[in-house]
């Protein structure tokens, strides 16, 4: 079990530190996917939903897909999706730098792998002589968010843009 993100970057979210709309503190707001129970099939991508909302192609009206699927509403929120391109990365480093004098001395050891074609990723671990105490539950999230912040970074430069689905 996880959530993870997967695209032009792959990796997991931290447990219990990290929220599924970290990015979103980076200066993007991701778009929602969302999917129909029942049927299985996807809102489009910016369609909003509302209670009264119901898959179309696959059902005559709302009652009828509450009817199949059981539930109400009849959709859940499925995957956040976030695209980045080289116009956020003025305000991608603007918080990557604020994270850098906040959390900077814990992140020895920080490397990424990968490539463009198969997405890019990070290897970390907190060192072990700070992460028994010494670290706080917000020094924790600022260090996740850090080390997300110089992924997509990375991922931009490489590539130009750095887009991913994140699990909910
Ligand atoms: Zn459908």
Redesign the pocket.
């Known amino acids: 079990m996880g959530r993870y993100y997967r695209g032009d970057i792959n990796g997991k979210f931290w447990f219990g530190i990290q929220t599924s709309d970290d990015a979103a503190y980076l200066g993007v707001d991701p778009e929602h996917q969302y999917e129909?129970y029942?049927?299985?099939?996807y809102v489009d991508l910016g369609e909003e939903v509302n209670d009264s909302s119901y898959?179309?192609?696959?059902?005559d009206s709302l009652s009828e897909?509450q009817q199949d699927s059981q539930e109400q509403p009849t959709w859940f929120l499925r995957e956040l999706y976030f695209y980045f391109s080289k116009d956020d990365l003025p305000s991608l480093q603007k918080e990557q730098q604020r994270l850098e004098k906040a959390v900077g001395q814990f992140m020895e050891g920080y490397t990424i792998t990968g490539d463009t074609e198969f997405g890019f990723g990070y290897d970390y671990t907190i060192p072990t002589e700070y992460n028994k105490t010494l670290i706080t539950t917000q020094q924790r999230e600022q260090i996740a968010r850090l080390c997300l912040a110089n992924l997509i970074a990375h991922c931009i430069n490489e590539k130009g843009v750095c887009r991913f689905d994140a699990d909910t």
């Not at 029942?38 to 099939?41: D, L, N």
């Not at 898959?55 to 059902?59: A, L």
Request: charged share 0%; net charge neutral; with cysteine.
């Open positions: 129909y029942g049927c299985g099939c898959c179309g192609s696959c059902y897909h």
